[in-house]
T-cell receptor
């Protein structure tokens, strides 16, 4: 079993919809969880950084961590065409950071 | 404006030549990283450095070399020993363990 699993997509949703992106992981030692957004031919940009189980909100973005199920989610409300990108989850334990392979998201105008 | 600068954005080389990719940061971060990104493969760690004059191999270090002579700079050399050098290379930095990574905008290397 891979340490971090992420559906590659593509995921296509209409503008204004709520988007749900997910990752599962196998290593219960992971303590920190991140979501990155990557536009084509650009570097990943940090969106959310969380430590504990529960929800963290920042504008239209909500990160959710369920350590008991080893499952993290990123919700995007009121999705916009500019949200079209690849979303990478990442998790860390000490100095070891593992990335998911990314989910390609298309927001349809 | 603080950030990470990678140059050049696009790089073309002939097979058998070594090439050095530049990475400079002004975030005052101690740790720096090099990743390689290929379609469908995700991010793979090449080398990382937590402090000046010290660095460690990542998961795919073969055919690559680095140096860390200054806190701000972490250049990556892709040697002729790297069998599949054509890829998108990303440099990142962080304040330290358990801190999130901040990425540059990458260098796309094409070797023919």
């Amino acid at each position: 079993q891979k340490e971090v699993e992420q559906d590659p997509g593509p995921l296509s949703v209409p503008e204004g919809a709520i988007v749900s992106l997910n990752c599962t992981y196998s290593n219960s030692a992971f303590q920190y969880f991140m979501w990155y957004r990557q536009y084509s031919r650009k570097g990943p940009e940090l969106l959310m950084y969380t430590y504990s189980s529960g929800n963290k909100e920042d504008g239209r973005f909500t990160a959710q961590v369920d350590k008991s199920s080893k499952y993290i989610s990123l919700f995007i409300r009121d999705s916009q065409p500019s949200d079209s990108a690849t979303y990478l989850c990442a998790m860390s334990e000490d100095d070891k950071i593992i990335f998911g392979k990314g989910t390609r998201l298309h927001i349809l105008p | 404006d603080g950030g990470i600068t990678q140059s050049p954005k696009y790089l073309f080389r002939k097979e058998g030549q070594n090439v050095t990719l530049s990475c400079e940061q002004n975030l005052n971060h101690d740790a720096m990283y090099w990743y390689r990104q290929d379609p469908g493969q995700g991010l793979r760690l090449i080398y990382y450095s937590h402090i000046v004059n010290d660095f460690q191999k990542g998961d795919i270090a073969e055919g690559y070399s680095v140096s860390r002579e200054k806190k701000e700079s972490f250049p990556l050399t892709v040697t002729s020993a790297q069998k599949n050098p054509t890829a998108f290379y990303l440099c990142a930095s962080s304040q330290g363990p358990d801190s999130p990574l901040h990425f540059g905008n990458g260098t796309r290397l094409t070797v023919t």
